[in-house]
T-cell receptor
Framework: DAGVTQSPTHLIKTRGQQVTLRCSPK?????VSWYQQALGQGPQFIFQ???????QRGNFPDRFSGHQFPNYSSELNVNALLLGDSALYLC?????????????FGPGTRLTVL | GQNIDQPTEMTATEGAIVQINCTYQ??????LFWYQQHAGEAPTFLSY????GLEEKGRFSSFLSRSKGYSYLLLKELQMKDSASYLC??????????FGSGTKLNVKP
């Protein structure tokens, strides 16, 4: 049973560039959430996708956008990268409608913006 | 807004018991979760509380008081491998989670 997978593992970009991160949810899960985790901090909720639509959004600018595909996989896009966007980006999957089921996290993508 | 507070760092001795506290103020409440995160790795689920009281799972227990906006994670018989960050997360809304900054636990021999 495959868990949550993310790609790439590491990424280095320069200010102003754009980046796309990818996530495949755990088998049987239909909901994907994205988090940003700065060094020494807890994960910060970016947004959540279900049925190919953004369902919830945290306090992140429009430079952060996403997409969910019919196979439930998801992409996170960040435009006009800033130095402060350097962080670990975590994808978590869950089953929509399950009140007690927790989220399962992927290994993350470490983004460095120079 | 949402506010979740945990101590930044704690140190305990192998074999001992440690309690990590979490206080929260959120616009709603749909459950409280504890995660363990080793350095450079993804968070892994430890426990879930939605009703007041204690939930026990092996060496780990978690307590919740909704009226006080308070939870704690209790780790017994500490092992060196328990050295990690422990994240308290509150779900104020359906399928939405807010995390505290995490408590770094150092277990010493």
């Amino acid at each position: 049973d495959a868990g949550v997978t993310q790609s790439p593992t590491h990424l280095i970009k320069t200010r102003g560039q754009q980046v796309t991160l990818r996530c495949s949810p755990k088998s049987g899960h239909d909901t994907v959430s994205w988090y940003q985790q700065a060094l020494g901090q807890g994960p910060q909720f970016i947004f959540q996708y279900y049925e190919e639509e953004e369902r919830q959004r945290g306090n992140f600018p429009d430079r952060f956008s996403g997409h969910q595909f019919p196979n439930y996989s998801s992409e996170l896009n960040v435009n006009a990268l800033l130095l402060g966007d350097s962080a670990l980006y975590l994808c978590a999957s869950s089953l929509y409608g399950s009140s007690t089921d927790t989220q399962y996290f992927g290994p993350g993508t470490r983004l460095t913006v120079l | 807004g949402q506010n979740i507070d945990q101590p930044t760092e704690m140190t305990a001795t192998e074999g001992a018991i440690v309690q990590i506290n979490c206080t929260y103020q959120t616009s709603g409440f749909n459950g409280l979760f504890w995660y363990q995160q080793h350095a450079g790795e993804a968070p892994t689920f430890l426990s879930y509380n939605v009703l007041d009281g204690l939930e026990e799972k092996g060496r780990f227990s978690s307590f919740l008081s909704r009226s006080k906006g308070y939870s704690y994670l209790l780790l017994k018989e500490l092992q060196m491998k328990d050295s990690a960050s422990y994240l308290c997360a509150v779900s104020p809304d359906f399928n939405k989670f807010y995390f505290g900054s995490g408590t770094k636990l150092n277990v010493k021999p």
